[in-house]
């Protein structure tokens, strides 16, 4: 089982960067497959990117070349660098681990018996 808490989110201009971070706790987190995922006003939820275990990752269409995910298995923490924010990018983000290494690469955001979510971190970009 994993704990997740999520942190660094908070009001940017358009253009601007952010940072946020997913610290984990529990056991099996370096073999888990780790994602970050948000939700904005008024639409599902969805995928932004996936990082597995051996460090294969994969973006949303609409992240790449803004965003990098990156992850740090001795402190546990899992990280979101954003930049060049645009107001689509305006959400609550989920750090989110999968023990069955799957929505890592379909990037799926619903919740499944092997999955661990975090609170969520609001990201709000203003033009």
């Known amino acids: 089982q994993v704990q997740l808490v999520e942190s660094g989110g908070g009001s940017v201009q358009a253009g601007g960067s952010l940072r946020l971070s997913c610290a984990a706790s529990g056991d099996s987190y370096s073999r888990h497959c780790m994602g970050w995922f948000r939700q904005a006003p008024g639409k599902e939820r969805e995928g932004v990117a996936g990082i597995d275990s051996d460090g294969y990752i994969r973006y949303a269409d609409s992240v790449k070349g803004r965003f990098t995910i990156s992850r740090d298995n001795t402190k546990k923490t899992l990280y979101l660098q954003m930049t060049s924010l645009k107001p689509e990018d305006t959400g609550l983000y989920y750090c989110?681990?999968?023990?069955?290494?799957?929505?890592?690469?379909?990037?799926?955001?619903?919740?499944?018996?092997?999955?661990?979510w975090g609170q969520g971190t609001q990201v709000t970009v203003s033009s």
């Open positions: 989110a681990a999968d023990g069955s290494a799957a929505f890592c690469y379909t990037l799926d955001p619903r919740p499944h018996p092997l999955s661990y």
